[in-house]
């Protein structure tokens, strides 16, 4: 069964700093994965995906993720973090059988700070 | 673009009542629908996968008789929570997969989510 692991529940970083979230999965295939974000009340936003191909993907709002398959990772980075990134971001891996559906890691939250 | 829409985006109900959730893909048909269950400050658990003309896929663990599921048409899915107790208390989130282009064109949308609150 695939699962989705985001080993840091909440992270810090200082605006102007880079940044890095942690994704690790657990698929019998090639997956497909996803960044999404999701503010305070607000719905979820798909930063971007992997399917195949180039494994470094670009996303919205500056976001890139790399895939690699040999330590099944997705991590997600920013070369420089603004005050209006900070929230709740969700890793998560789509089976590409079964109708689409979609396994989210636990999360990690980012604090921004001046 | 396309969207899913939620209605309603909040709800207060009593202890026993049950709760109708829609779920719409306002310019776009999905076969499938996704319901998903999120705790605060927790991560999104999927509660069931919904079919259009066939009976919903439940996770394990998920009652089926407590939260009914019906994919009425293309474009619609409802949940409802049955005798509705303060712990179903949450935030409910769907989402419709949509196929656009050729392998890797699917594209997963979320809905706003709703709130619910049993008292």
């Known amino acids: 069964a695939q699962s989705v692991t985001q080993p840091d529940i909440h992270i810090t970083v200082s605006e102007g700093a880079s940044l890095e979230l942690r994704c690790n999965y657990s698929?019998?295939?090639?997956?497909?994965l996803f960044w999404y974000v999701q503010s305070p009340g607000q719905g979820l936003q798909l930063l971007l995906k992997?399917?195949?191909?180039?494994?470094l993907v670009q996303g919205i709002k500056g976001f890139e993720a790399e895939f690699k398959r040999s330590q099944s990772s997705f991590n997600l980075r920013k070369p420089s973090v603004h005050w209006s990134d900070a929230a709740e971001y969700f890793c998560?891996?789509?089976?590409?059988?079964?109708?689409?559906?979609?396994?989210f890691g636990a999360g990690t939250r980012l604090f921004v700070k001046a | 673009g396309a969207v899913v829409s939620q209605h309603p985006s909040r709800v207060i109900c009593k202890s026993g009542t049950s709760v109708k959730i829609e779920c719409r893909s306002l310019?776009?048909?999905?076969?499938?629908m996704f319901w998903y269950r999120q705790f605060p400050k927790k991560s999104l658990m999927l509660m069931a996968t919904?079919?259009?003309?066939?009976?919903?896929?439940?996770e394990q663990g998920v009652e089926k008789d407590k939260f009914l599921i019906n994919h009425a048409s293309l474009t619609l899915s409802t949940l409802t929570v049955t005798s509705a107790h303060p712990e179903d208390s949450s935030f409910y989130i769907c989402?419709?997969?949509?196929?656009?282009?050729?392998?890797?064109?699917?594209?997963?949308?979320f809905g706003p989510g709703t709130r619910l609150l049993v008292l």
């Open positions: 998560a891996v789509g089976a590409r059988t079964g109708g689409f559906k979609t396994i």
């Open positions: 698929y019998g295939a090639t997956p497909y």
């Open positions: 310019d776009f048909q999905a076969t499938t």
């Open positions: 989402s419709a997969p949509r196929r656009a282009g050729g392998p890797g064109g699917e594209t997963q949308y």
């Open positions: 919904s079919n259009e003309g066939s009976k919903a896929t439940y």
């Open positions: 992997y399917f195949s191909g180039d494994t």
